[in-house]
């Protein structure tokens, strides 16, 4: 993560100089293309449509249909891998439907969604919340698995009721590799939607980009390609940032699935 | 206790069966309209009507087939580039940087990008899984050739090693599980891309075929796709965790 704070000169100057390069040879050539634009030409339609507004509202629509998702997925997740966490016979029970329902790819579940919810926030929505659901169950409930058992001993002496041990113990105890799963599922959310977008939903930033594309306007595409991928980016990078100030040093840790 | 593990998992395998049959009461008492969720049977009559008659038999293999092409695609370039990068210095200073701006894009980004410079054919699908696909898998092997205890590459720079020699002797095997755990979450990813894939450039799989059946409203064929999509996913983690565990048995006897 060192990398994304500290910048290395000798890092900048493969991307500085594919830019130049593709300008370069598309002005060279005299470009006509329906694909590719010049960068200049991406950065100029960029400019646009932020200027007019289009792009700021895609950029809401699926940011909100993101967290929406994420919101539902990540705490049915987090309920229910703190359960199955704490209580290792559902657990056991749970573990057959849980490792048949995971892998269920995400995208498999939309024209299911198309068929109930129809186009719209909804569709959009249950899928990033399944999506983000399963991560978040495997990494609380291994993170559940990984605190100190004198704690829970502690919680039992004190003979603390159900609610006051997840609340006052478990949850504080887990709560630095649990940020880890939503770090995690944060990216995927952002990554579902907008490949919900791009494939059915005419919303958000990747039915804009299509759009786009479709309509032969190949400079206002790739800017909002080149959108997306700063704006996961900067998702990311916030939340490096947040589990940074929050946990410190009890934020090295790495999030397997 | 080993009777224990097996009364547990089939006590699992019940509470399974559980849901399932919960599953089937919705459909029967029609909690939930069968228009939007046929019951088990129904599904698992269009699931044996279509493997029978061959139909959703040839759309399975065909998805299976772009899946692992792109991910063989995808393993084998990220692989290489990875060792690549990963095995100098000066190669990570300079690509690293770029490949950290790269990854947050979301593949499905470049769909359109990608059908506009290749069309709707079946290179444009199996390209935009492999770029899918690459990502995880670079990323891990760059790691796994970076991580590599460095008294390693003390040892064979005394040993008067060349660079190929350590590439497969040393950093390859040390970085194997890293490798294994990219080669993991790629092919994830390519099932997922290749779905999208058929799905927008209507070729003949999976992906088409549940979105034909969603828009004609043929729930009991778009469930029993839905359920082979989740049966391929299945089973290719599964195949690949044992593949991974067998790799690694070293780390096991340590």
Request: aromatic share 8%; proline share 5%; charged share 15%.
């Amino acid at each position: 993560m060192n990398a994304l704070m500290r910048i290395d000169p000798r890092g900048m100057i493969l991307p500085v100089g594919l830019i130049i390069v593709a300008e370069a040879a598309a002005r060279l050539t005299n470009l006509q293309s329906d694909a590719l634009a010049p960068p200049s030409d991406i950065l100029l339609s960029g400019i646009k449509a932020l200027a007019d507004g289009s792009m700021l509202y895609a950029t809401w629509q699926t940011l909100a249909n993101a967290f929406a998702g994420l919101a539902i997925g990540f705490s049915l997740g987090m309920a229910l891998g703190i359960l199955m966490g704490l209580f290792r016979p559902l657990n056991r029970l749970l573990e057959v439907t849980v490792e048949v329902l995971r892998p269920i790819p995400s995208v498999a579940l939309l024209p299911v969604a198309l068929l109930v919810y129809g186009f719209g926030h909804r569709m959009e929505f249950s899928i990033v919340a399944f999506a983000t659901l399963w991560p978040a169950l495997i990494l609380t409930r291994s993170a559940i698995a990984g605190i100190e058992p004198r704690l829970l001993e502690v919680s039992r002496a004190l003979q603390l009721s159900l609610g006051a041990r997840i609340f006052k113990i478990v949850i504080p105890a887990a709560l630095p590799r649990i940020f880890v799963a939503l770090r995690l599922a944060v990216g995927i959310s952002l990554i579902v939607a907008v490949t919900v977008e791009v494939t059915t939903n005419p919303m958000g930033l990747g039915y804009k980009m299509m759009e786009a594309s479709q309509g032969l306007q190949p400079g206002l595409a790739l800017a909002y390609l080149v959108w997306v991928g700063m704006l996961g980016w900067a998702v990311n990078g916030i939340m490096v940032l947040a589990q940074k100030h929050l946990f410190g040093a009890a934020a090295n840790v790495e999030a397997r699935l | 206790m080993k009777v224990e593990r097996l009364l547990w998992l089939g006590a699992s395998v019940l509470v399974f069966a559980g849901f399932i049959y919960f599953w089937q009461l919705i459909s029967d008492y029609r909690w939930v309209s069968p228009v939007f969720l046929p019951g088990p049977d129904r599904a698992w009559q269009a699931l044996v009507r279509g493997i029978t008659t061959g139909d959703l038999l040839v759309r399975w293999t065909a998805t299976i087939e772009r899946m692992i092409y792109g991910w063989l695609l995808a393993s084998l370039a990220g692989i290489c580039l990875g060792a690549l990068i990963g095995s100098s210095e000066r190669a990570r200073a300079y690509i690293g940087p770029t490949l950290e701006l790269m990854r947050p894009l979301p593949a499905s980004a470049v769909v359109p990008l990608a059908i506009a410079l290749l069309g709707l054919s079946e290179t444009m699908v199996l390209a935009v899984i492999a770029f899918g696909g690459l990502w995880p898998m670079l990323l891990a092997t760059v790691h796994g050739f970076s991580a590599v205890e460095p008294r390693l590459y003390e040892v064979s720079r005394a040993l008067g090693l060349s660079r190929t020699a350590v590439i497969f002797k040393i950093a390859l095997p040390s970085s194997m599980p890293d490798i294994l755990a990219g080669m993991r979450l790629s092919l994830t990813v390519a099932l997922i891309l290749a779905v999208i894939g058929e799905m927008l450039a209507s070729r003949d799989g999976l992906g088409s075929h549940i979105m034909l059946a969603a828009r004609a409203f043929r729930s009991p064929d778009l469930f029993a796709g839905v359920i082979l999509l989740g049966v391929t996913g299945l089973v290719s983690a599964m195949l690949l965790s044992w593949f991974e565990s067998w790799m690694l048995r070293w780390r096991e006897s340590r």
